[in-house]
């Protein structure tokens, strides 16, 4: 079932042409010549010329075959509604996204996000089939995100050939118009071209003439002239004029929008039947009209026979192309509606807003009715409603825009509004924003007497402290929560609180009780937006019993967050990565990791699993032996945190980074990035750091010592570690515990280096032991080859056996060799085959570009999985991406997805292509 859309669906639905349209064929011609030349057309005059009624007949002139967006521009404009819309207006195509177009918005949020859309939406435009295509936006002027023209100028600048943009607006866009206008790109169409000339408005005078009135030519030509003379050609006004009749011609003077006020309170409301009157006041508040909405909010039972009398009389509304009749008020005349009721009748006006939110899908709509009622508890009580699933769909910036329109005063006194706000700083790891709104929450909360919502915000506010450095404080915090006695959607949070608190402060045996615990809590209120505010689980990974915790983890977000791709999905399979790695079965790891890489990439690469997916990267292809791509994966995420990410992050989480790439430099023989990734984490030492955490630049240091073949110095320096250290990222303490086992054998201090081993290889492993896989096949094959004569259990040494050749088969298994990217010292040569250098994957990558005719490597159909082939056939028998879903009991989502890598292995930009790659090889 797809999610109703979080904007009216009327915005996207272009106006039809009303009854006794005049037609305007000198500027319906230029009109349609320009939108099928020129990249970008562009309508620009005041209100009342007619810009949205030229281009609702041009709509009707296009050539058969020819694609249309339409999205009208709401109030305050800002870019994810704006995406939201495009994307909608763009889906009865069946574009090829390689990116979902519900995750654009989140993309746009990163650094240099706006890019990486412009690049999406262009490719997908590049994949339509069809010989001319058009976006329309009508009334840009209601833009107010910078962003959005930023976009636009983006996409228009990079537009395929066959696409055009059309845009409406009553003031001059902020695009490089005097460039395209040098570069003949843009067709303009100013007020002057859109003036009714004589014959239009004498064409107009003569349809205006009631049924069976026989004027003469000579009158109707000089009335035409007088209007034409007092009204200069603008729509409105001889609308208004020959609307209101005789009385409103016979001004002296030419009209304005003040005389259309004036002439609006005195021809036309006050010589309406009372009930018309009323009904047209208490609509005003709503953007469109619908019999059954209208009837809805102003209590009205005749909303419908009201509305055709309203059509009748032509009062400035337009018809547009919904599925069922709705209409819209020309913005001139709703404004002067809305200030006449709100002047009149003030207590109503706020009712009718009110009642206007109930209902409504959109949203950013939905709370501005209440805002601009002063209804602020209503408004908050809708965002504390709908927010959640808004963070968990990657809305954290539109909640942000939203509770910016709540001023200071009502921050004092709802400190909900406070926790919302906490909660968006989540997704971009913002944790010095995050401990400020959870601080001021915590204080509102405790005035107020909410002690369960005060003990919320502290756990969040705990858990930024600890982000911060300031883990005494976040302990304390913590220890006072962990006594209460909440509901479940408290507790969760309180117990992933405790948990993290175990991981920092290097306490292993709590960190797995806790996560069991958060874990019981969440399954008992199966919310996707709860569960989405316990990120970060590849903090508790590696600690003692924490590998079976993430599979069970990663087993529940699936049966929460459903099929369709979400950062709560691509965070299963991120945890069931982590639970097969811990256990070292490398291939199963890798497989779930290509299962998240698909919502990773889906979704727009969200910073929320950013850190899980470029780590897991690095170490897997590191194990693999993929040099190349292990280092990418690693110097994208170090990139991005120096570069993107808040301060607070940074201080914090940059050292995992560098921690992280040094442990895959190891596991290649990259002695070079060791000694770089061993500078870098000296560089950025500062008493901040988690005390779990300290240890890693002993490990660092050990790992460059023992590559170098300097045994002594990489033993002392593993000697410096303690229990804490069990608790780092993806159980560090376990590959050290395996390396320092090597090294003492090394040294010949067998029964030392047995007893260190020992441990390790006791039980089935299941569990986070076999991660000893990540000290390398090499440190495997020395540790087997030693004549360990009875130190070892068989068992032992057969549970060494199995993780070498789940290694050494990792390794042959490569899609790509090897290669070295610095040379390796005699202690972990042996265990890299030289090969020659292989392509370079990124491990977050964009929007795939259009392949180029000619590219190398020919496609062929071995490249496609046996779902993508059924897929291909399905599509070039010319079933819609529904009609797929059905056919093999797929979601739509999962469709897309499957189409979008069918055409990137192929190499073609659209469904037809692909279809004609299928059909010329017989199929």
């Excluded at 994307?87 to 990486?116: F, K, N, Y």
């Excluded at 590049?126 to 976006?135: F, K, N, Q, T, V």
Aim: proline share 6%.
């Amino acid at each position: 079932m797809m999610a109703a859309p979080a904007f009216a669906v009327t915005r996207i639905q272009p106006p039809r042409r009303p009854p006794g349209w005049v037609a305007r064929p000198r500027l319906q011609q230029r009109l349609l010549e320009a939108v099928q030349q020129q990249p970008v057309t562009l309508l620009c005059a005041a209100a009342g010329y007619g810009k949205t009624a030229a281009l609702a007949q041009l709509i009707h002139e296009l050539p058969p075959g020819t694609a249309l967006a339409w999205v009208d521009a709401d109030e305050d404009e800002q870019l994810p509604t704006f995406l939201a819309c495009l994307c909608a207006a763009l889906a009865s195509l069946q574009l090829p996204w390689r990116v979902a177009p519900d995750a654009l918005a989140t993309l746009a949020l990163a650094d240099r996000g706006l890019r990486e859309v412009a690049s999406t939406l262009v490719n997908a435009l590049a994949g339509a089939d069809c010989p001319r295509g058009l976006i329309v936006l009508d009334d840009g002027h209601r833009i107010v995100d910078a962003r959005v023209f930023e976009l636009l100028q983006m996409l228009i600048e990079r537009l395929p050939a066959q696409w055009g943009v059309v845009l409406a607006s009553r003031t001059e866009p902020p695009l490089a118009l005097a460039r395209w206008r040098a570069a003949d790109r843009l067709a303009e169409f100013r007020q002057a071209d859109l003036q009714f000339d004589a014959g239009e408005v004498q064409a107009l005078v003569q349809a205006a003439q009631p049924a069976g009135a026989a004027a003469a030519a000579a009158e109707l030509a000089d009335q035409a002239r007088q209007l034409l003379q007092r009204t200069q050609g603008w729509a409105a006004g001889l609308r208004l004029s020959l609307s209101v009749g005789r009385q409103a011609t016979q001004a002296g003077e030419r009209l304005t929008q003040r005389h259309l006020f004036d002439f609006l309170a005195t021809e036309v409301l006050a010589e309406m039947p009372p009930r018309l009157r009323e009904f047209l006041l208490r609509s005003a508040v709503l953007p469109e009209l619908t019999a059954e909405r209208c009837a809805r909010v102003t209590g009205m039972a005749d909303a419908a026979e009201l509305l055709d009398e309203v059509d009748r009389r032509g009062l400035f509304v337009s018809v547009l192309a919904a599925e069922q009749p709705t209409w819209r008020l020309h913005d001139l005349f709703r404004d002067f509606l809305e200030d006449r009721l709100r002047r009149e009748q003030p207590a109503q006006w706020q009712d009718l807003l009110r009642s206007a939110a109930q209902d409504e899908p959109d949203l950013a709509r939905a709370v501005g009715y209440l805002q601009r009622a002063g209804a602020w508890e209503a408004a908050l009580g809708v965002l504390a409603q709908r927010g959640l699933a808004l963070l968990a769909t990657g809305g954290a910036s539109s909640l942000l825009q939203m509770l910016a329109q709540f001023p200071p005063e009502q921050y004092a006194r709802l400190p909900d509004l406070w926790l919302l706000r906490g909660l968006c700083a989540w997704p971009g790891y913002d944790f010095d924003q995050l401990r400020h709104c959870m601080h001021q929450a915590v204080a509102g909360y405790a005035e107020a007497g909410r002690e369960r919502d005060a003990a919320l915000a502290s756990a969040h506010l705990s858990a930024a402290l600890q982000h911060m450095g300031r883990f005494e404080e976040g302990t304390r915090i913590l220890a006072r929560l962990g006594r209460l006695q909440l509901d479940d959607a408290a507790m969760a949070f309180i117990h992933y609180g405790e948990a993290c608190d175990a991981v920092v402060c290097g306490r292993p045996a709590d960190v797995a009780a806790n996560g069991a615990r958060m874990l019981a809590a969440l399954q008992r209120v199966p919310e996707p937006g709860l569960w989405q505010q316990c990120p970060l689980q590849v903090m508790m990974v590696g600690a003692p019993g924490t590998a079976a915790h993430s599979l069970r983890y990663g087993d529940a977000i699936l049966q929460v967050a459903g099929h369709a791709p979400s950062p709560l999905r691509a965070g299963a399979w991120h945890a069931r990565c982590w639970a097969a790695l811990l256990a070292g079965r490398i291939d199963e790891a890798a497989s779930a990791l290509a299962r998240a890489d698909e919502d990773f990439r889906w979704l727009g690469s969200p910073r929320m699993i950013q850190t899980d997916n470029g780590m897991l990267h690095g170490l897997l292809q590191a194990l693999r032996g993929e040099a190349l791509a292990s280092r990418a994966a690693g110097e994208a995420l170090i990139e991005d945190i120096r570069r993107a990410a808040s301060a607070s992050f940074r201080r914090v989480h940059e050292p995992a980074m560098l921690f992280n790439q040094a442990r895959a430099a190891w596991l290649l023989g990259d002695v070079a990035l060791l000694r770089e990734m061993d500078a870098a984490m000296r560089a950025v030492r500062h008493p901040a750091e988690w005390p779990s955490g300290v240890g890693a630049h002993a490990m660092v240091a050990a790992m460059l010592a023992l590559a170098e073949d300097r045994i002594a110095d990489g033993l002392q320096q593993l000697a410096l570690l303690d229990a804490r250290f069990d608790c780092y990222f993806l159980c560090a303490g376990v590959q050290a515990a395996t390396l320092h086992a090597w090294a003492l054998a090394r040294s010949g201090r067998l029964d030392e280096a047995a007893a260190r081993l020992q441990p390790l290889l006791q039980g089935p492993g299941d569990d986070e032991r076999g991660a000893a896989v990540l000290a390398g096949v090499q440190v495997l094959d020395d540790l087997r080859a030693q004549p360990w004569q009875g130190r070892l259990a068989p068992p032992a040494l057969a549970r060494l056996d199995e993780l070498l050749s789940r290694a050494r088969r990792a390794r042959a298994g490569a899609a790509h060799p090897a290669h070295l990217a610095g040379s390796a010292a005699p202690a972990l040569a042996a265990s890299v085959a030289p090969a020659a250098a292989e392509p370079v994957e990124s491990p977050t990558p964009g929007p795939a570009a259009v392949a180029a005719p000619g590219a190398a490597r020919p496609p062929a159909l071995e490249q496609l999985t046996p779902r993508e082939a059924q897929i291909l056939a399905l599509l070039a028998a010319g079933d819609s991406n529904k009609l797929i879903a059905r056919a093999l009991n797929l979601s739509v989502h999962t469709v897309k997805q499957h189409v979008a890598s069918v055409l990137g292995k192929l190499g073609v930009a659209s469904r037809g292509q692909a279809a004609a790659w299928w059909h010329a090889r017989g199929k």
